[in-house]
């Protein structure tokens, strides 16, 4: 069994800072890709960053300069910082890794149970 545990949303103001982390557990090998999505009611799940585990990272072009994406290979967590937070990022926002769970295993895309990030004042 392979989970992926995000933690971090809330209510935030226009402007301010939250910071997003997924921590991936259970029997796992190795992890390659990890990303995050979001979905805003009314939307589309859409793509806002993801990272190799070489550390190279993509980003969608409504998030650059406000968003950084990185994470800890070791402990196997993938971090989202944002700032300059917008009313348009209120979403339910997604953890999203690429898990082999042995060493010849085909890896699986995984998802967490996502968490609310709300931009209101």
């Known amino acids: 069994q392979v989970q992926l545990v995000e933690s971090g949303g809330g209510l935030v103001q226009p402007g301010g800072s939250l910071r997003l982390s997924c921590a991936a557990s259970g029997r796992i090998f190795s992890i390659n890709a990890m990303g995050w999505y979001r979905h805003a009611p009314g939307k589309e799940r859409e793509l806002v960053a993801t990272i190799t585990s070489g550390g190279n990272t993509n980003y969608a072009d409504f998030v650059k300069g406000r968003f950084t994406i990185s994470r800890d290979n070791y402990k196997g967590i993938v971090y989202l910082q944002m700032d300059s937070l917008k009313p348009d990022d209120t979403a339910v926002y997604y953890c999203?890794?690429?898990?082999?769970?042995?060493?010849?295993?085909?890896?699986?895309?995984?998802w967490g149970q996502g968490t609310q990030v709300t931009v209101s004042s």
């Open positions: 999203n890794a690429d898990i082999a769970r042995y060493r010849f295993s085909t890896p699986l895309s995984y």
